[in-house]
């Protein structure tokens, strides 16, 4: 029999940071546009709501306990944002006398897809051990604050930030529960507005390994000499998992 340790080399986890933020706008059809890159990311908040109880008594006793649907929620903060952003928080361009452009606020806000990474490290590497990669679909932005300030001796540059919350996807596709491919293994997805994708597998017990597809959806998601930055649906992303392919 195993004898449980703790705090062994290699094996004190933890996250940090944020980068490599991607915009996906939503077209009219559903489908996504091409990608772009958002600098300026200084925090993504997941903040997930629902999944409450809902206790039910019968025989005097609690009978059992219902628990809510789970709804995905979070929250973006940056000191700038593609212009393509505009459109997510309903502003929308406008023509003007000689070519001048501008905005026009409180149009309809377009829903987008999000793509970041975070760091993990452990006690031997640091924040170079491994990193995940985080995908949310059916994205809005919420109005919020915008606060102008005069400058002064301690300046500072304004921060914005958004809510966000989700209408996840639907999918038919299912996954395995073993690592195998096996179908009576597998379960059906229920619909996920999140999901995140680890470069190294990590088991408990095991000794981690690079997890070999990731650099096919690293190629999809961020672009290459050949293809434009695409966000693959909540089904490519499953069944490229398993095949390493998120194309066609």
């Not at 990311?41 to 206790?55: L, V, Y």
């Not at 309903?90 to 026009?104: D, E, M």
């Not at 597998?201 to 000499?225: C, F, H, K, R, V």
Request: with cysteine; aromatic share 10%.
């Amino acid at each position: 029999m195993a004898v449980l340790t703790w705090d062994a080399d290699g094996e004190r986890l933890f996250e940090t940071g944020v980068d490599h933020a991607v915009l996906y706008l939503m077209n009219d059809d559903g489908t996504y546009a091409d990608g772009v890159a958002w600098n300026g990311i200084t925090g993504i908040t997941e903040s997930p709501e629902g999944a409450d109880a809902n206790d039910i008594y019968a025989d005097n006793i609690k009978y059992l306990s219902l628990i809510s649907k789970e709804d995905w929620k979070g929250t973006i903060k940056a000191y700038t944002f593609p212009k393509q952003f505009n459109e997510c928080m309903g502003n929308y361009i406008i023509g003007g006398i000689a070519g001048v452009k501008g905005f026009v606020g409180q149009q309809t806000r377009k829903k987008f897809a999000l793509s970041w990474r975070s760091r993990l490290g452990n006690d031997t590497l640091g924040d170079q051990f491994a990193y995940k990669i985080h995908i949310a679909w059916g994205l809005s932005a919420a109005p919020s604050d915008m606060d102008h300030a005069t400058q002064n001796d301690s300046p500072e540059a304004q921060e914005f930030s958004w809510e966000v919350s989700s209408i996840p996807p639907q999918t038919s596709a299912k996954v395995p529960v073993d690592g195998t491919t096996t179908e009576a293994n597998k379960i059906a997805i229920q619909p996920c507005a999140h999901v995140f994708v680890t470069s190294k597998i990590i088991i408990p017990g095991q000794t981690p390994t690079t997890n070999s597809n990731l650099t096919a959806l690293e190629d999809y998601l961020y672009g290459n000499s050949s293809y434009n930055a695409k966000v693959p649906t909540l089904t490519q992303l499953i069944n490229g998992y398993a095949t390493g392919s998120y194309r066609g």
